[in-house]
C-alpha cells in the first residue's frame, strides 16, 4: 500500500515538472530565435542630406545711426545789448549773408565815434611832428640848430606813430563791435528754433538760433572690429550699397556712400566709427534725427548651407556630416554671415561634402546611414526670389 502511494507520488511531479521545463527550453529557444531575427532583420535608416552650395547673393546688415548735417552750427551774440528785431522765421530757408537779427548797437557807435576822434587826433599831431622835425632839419643844416634837436623831434614822431597805431587798433576793434551788431548768415541752409524774443537782453555768447545746411546729410554708426575686418576691407569696399532706414521703417529713396571712418577702435566699446553720407535734396532728413544704417554686401561665389542643418552647443556650431562610407561624422563650422535659413560658411566645410539635412536628433558620430540627397536651395527660393542663384 505504502510503495503505491509513492509511485503515484512521483509519477505527480514528473508530470508536473515536465511542462515547466518545456516552457523554459521554449523560452530560451525563442529568445535566441529572436534576437538572430532582430540581427538578420535589422535595416540601417536613410537620411536626407545636402551639399553645401555656392551661390552668389548679398549680405545686409543694420546698424543704429545719428543723421547730422553736412554743416550745424550755433549762431551766438558776439556782444551785449536788447534783441531789436528778428528778420527770419524758424524753419525758414537762407543764404548766405542774409539777416538774421539786428541787436542794439547805439552806445557801439558812440564807442566808434570816439575811437575815430582819438585816430583822427593822433594822425593830426604825427604830422605836426613830421612838419617840424622837417623844420628842425633845416636849421640843423644852417648850423643854427644841433644835431640833438632833430633827434628829439624824431624821437617824437616815432611816439606819435605807435600812438597812431593804437588809435587805429581802437578804432578797428569799435567797428567791430558795431558789426556785431547784425547777425547774418553764415552759410546757405535752414533756420533752428529762436529761444528769445524782440526786446530781450542778450548777453555776449547768448544762442540766438542754429543754422544746419541740410544738402547732404551724414549718418554716423558703429560697428565691431570683426565687422570692420569682415565688411569693410578695400576689397569689398567698392562693392558695397548703403541705405538708409528712417525712423518710419521706410527706405530712404537716395542710395548713400560711405565716406570717412575713424582711425582707432574705442577701446572703451570695441567698435569703430563710419560716416555714410546721403544726399537730401528735398531736405527729408533732419539733423539730429535718427534711423538705421543698411550696408548691402555682394558675396561671390559664397558658400552656404541651410540653417536647419546646424547645431550649436556652447558656443560651437557643428553639422553631421557623412563620409564616404556613409558614418556620421560631427564637423565644426564657422559662420561668416547669416542669411535668410541660410549661413555662409567660412571654414569648416566644402562642396563636396554631404551633411544631414533632416532628423539631427537621430543622428551621431559613427551611426552607419543611407542618404538621399535634396536641393535646400529650391525651398529657399520659394521665400525669397532674391535670396541667390546657384552656381554649382
Known amino acids: 500500500m505504502l510503495k503505491n502511494m509513492k509511485t503515484k507520488k512521483s509519477i505527480a511531479i514528473l508530470s508536473l515538472g515536465v511542462p515547466v521545463l518545456l516552457v523554459s527550453l521554449y523560452s530560451v529557444f525563442f529568445t535566441v530565435d529572436t534576437e538572430e ?13 545636402v551639399h553645401p552650395a555656392v551661390i552668389d547673393t548679398a549680405f545686409s546688415r543694420d546698424y543704429i545711426a545719428t543723421l547730422h548735417a553736412a554743416r550745424h552750427v550755433e549762431i551766438r551774440s558776439r556782444i551785449r545789448g536788447f534783441l531789436e528785431a528778428i528778420h527770419v ?6 543764404q548766405k549773408g542774409q539777416l538774421l537779427f539786428s541787436i542794439s548797437k547805439s552806445e557801439y557807435e558812440t564807442e566808434l565815434l570816439k575811437a575815430t576822434s582819438a585816430s583822427n587826433s593822433a594822425m593830426a599831431e604825427l604830422k605836426a611832428a613830421e612838419v617840424e622835425w622837417q623844420s628842425t632839419k633845416e636849421l640843423v643844416d644852417k648850423n643854427i640848430e644841433s644835431v640833438t634837436q632833430l633827434n628829439l623831434a624824431q624821437a617824437k614822431i616815432d611816439a606819435l606813430k605807435a600812438k597812431v597805431d593804437e588809435a587805429r587798433s581802437h578804432e578797428k576793434s569799435a567797428k567791430l563791435q558795431v558789426s556785431y551788431a ?25 544762442l540766438l538760433t542754429t543754422i544746419s545746411d541740410n544738402s547732404t546729410i551724414y549718418a554716423y554708426f558703429n560697428v565691431s572690429e570683426r565687422e570692420y575686418l569682415q565688411i569693410f576691407d578695400k576689397e569689398q569696399k ?10 518710419d521703417q521706410k527706405v530712404y529713396p537716395q542710395p548713400g556712400a560711405i565716406e570717412t571712418l575713424d582711425n582707432a577702435v574705442d577701446h572703451a566699446t570695441g567698435t569703430i566709427t563710419f560716416r555714410a553720407s546721403f544726399p537730401n535734396p528735398t531736405g527729408r532728413l533732419i539733423h539730429g534725427a535718427t534711423g538705421k544704417v543698411r550696408i548691402n554686401t555682394l558675396l561671390e561665389n559664397a558658400l552656404v ?17 557623412v563620409n564616404d562610407n556613409n558614418i556620421i561624422e560631427r564637423k565644426k563650422i564657422t559662420p561668416a554671415y547669416r542669411l535668410p535659413r541660410l549661413y555662409v560658411i567660412n571654414e569648416g566645410l566644402s ?25 535646400f536651395l529650391q525651398s529657399a527660393h520659394k521665400n525669397d526670389e532674391n535670396l541667390a542663384f546657384s552656381k554649382n
Open 37 to 49: 531575427s532582430l540581427v538578420d532583420n535589422k535595416t540601417v535608416d536613410t537620411f536626407e542630406v
Open 89 to 94: 522765421d524758424e524753419g525758414q530757408k537762407v
Open 182 to 206: 547784425e547777425i547774418r548768415a553764415p552759410f546757405n541752409g535752414t533756420i533752428g528754433r529762436i529761444p528769445n524774443k524782440v526786446g530781450s537782453l542778450e548777453e555776449e555768447g547768448a
Open 238 to 247: 567698392s562693392n558695397d550699397q548703403v541705405n538708409l532706414i528712417q525712423a
Open 305 to 321: 548651407i541651410p540653417q536647419a542643418a546646424t547645431m550649436e552647443a556652447q558656443d560651437i556650431m557643428y553639422v553631421f556630416a
Open 351 to 375: 562642396k563636396n561634402d554631404k551633411i544631414i539635412f533632416k532628423g539631427l536628433q537621430h543622428v551621431y558620430d559613427g551611426l552607419k546611414v543611407e542618404t538621399e540627397v535634396v536641393n
